[in-house]
């Protein structure tokens, strides 16, 4: 059950391994993968996508608000934007957004959530978040009671404060404060950090290395993550300015999903930086928002 944690602790042991006017090319994208090349899915699916943005569009102020309070959305073009609609749409159809203790989502708030969520699957489609129905939405970090065992084998309550959490097949949850303030240093999306560990965990576990498209190399992803992973790890060893937020070394999967942060919210940093790491993002997500 990875997630954000508010703030980074010293990097642990790990090793790296392993709408409508624009809806055709959305409704391609929903296609799920077993049924790709049957027709009658294919109709069907497109009949649902079609009758889903026509019943529940967002409004035109809702959709100019969203594009206003979301940097990755504003910086795509017209079409890609139309796209990113129409797949928010359908996220809010498809996902149950669930405040808890008290807080308030607004119609508003929704379309936010739902288009920072579908930056990551922009290229990929809706069907990359099956398996899992809910967004838990708390005011602000919270606190998962939950036992852990540590290496002697003694037993711990978790008391680390989160701003978000994704479960393999269970809910992502977010606190909707960090959402709202990503704080200080740039980069910051926990939203986009907790869906990128849901599609990490497509393949099992959440451990940097997504179920990648035919054409991309492994040992290429892996060289380009685990060598920047390492480098950065000694420059942190060595008190050097970080050019990611120092959480990602905590884990291959803390990693890849930090990178993805970067890529979308600082992705010229990223480029500049970790050229080889923007490089396959750019592969994976099928973008190139630099």
């Known amino acids: 059950m990875p997630g954000r944690q508010l703030a980074g602790d010293c990097p642990g042991p790990y090793s790296f391994q392993g709408v409508l006017e624009n809806a055709h090319f959305a409704l391609m994208l929903c296609r799920p993968r077993p049924f790709q090349h049957v027709p009658m899915f294919d109709k069907l699916r497109n009949w649902r996508v079609r009758r889903t943005v026509a019943r529940h569009p967002i409004g035109e102020s809702l959709w100019q608000d969203a594009l206003r309070r979301c940097a990755p959305a504003r910086r795509l073009g017209a079409s890609d934007q139309a796209t990113l609609r129409v797949l928010a749409t359908l996220f809010l159809e498809a996902k149950s957004l669930e405040p808890t203790q008290g807080l308030q989502l607004g119609d508003a708030d929704r379309v936010l959530l739902a288009t920072h969520a579908c930056i990551p699957i922009l290229k990929l489609g809706l069907d990359w978040y099956d398996g ?7 005011p602000s970090a919270f606190i998962p009671r939950r036992p852990h065992m540590d290496a002697t084998g003694v037993v711990h309550q978790t008391d680390s404060a989160l701003a978000g959490e994704a479960w393999g097949r269970g809910p992502v949850i977010l606190s909707w404060a ?3 303030n990503p704080g200080k240093r740039p980069g910051h999306n926990v939203i986009i950090h907790e869906m990128a560990h849901k599609l990490d965990m497509l393949n099992g ?3 940097g290395f997504p179920p990648l498209h035919r054409r991309m190399n492994r040992r290429v992803w892996t060289q380009a993550l685990s060598s920047a992973w390492d480098r950065l790890r000694g420059e942190y060893r060595e008190g050097l300015p970080l050019p990611i937020d120092p959480y990602g070394l905590e884990s291959p999967a ?9 890529f979308f919210e600082e992705p010229a940093a990223l480029r500049e930086h970790l050229p080889e790491v923007y490089r396959q993002l750019e592969l994976f997500y099928r973008q190139h928002p630099y």
């Open 254 to 262: 803390e990693f890849f999903a930090v990178v993805s942060e970067q």
């Open 178 to 180: 960090d959402v709202l």
């Open 132 to 138: 899992w129905h809910s967004v838990i939405v708390y």
């Open 205 to 207: 576990d959440a451990n």
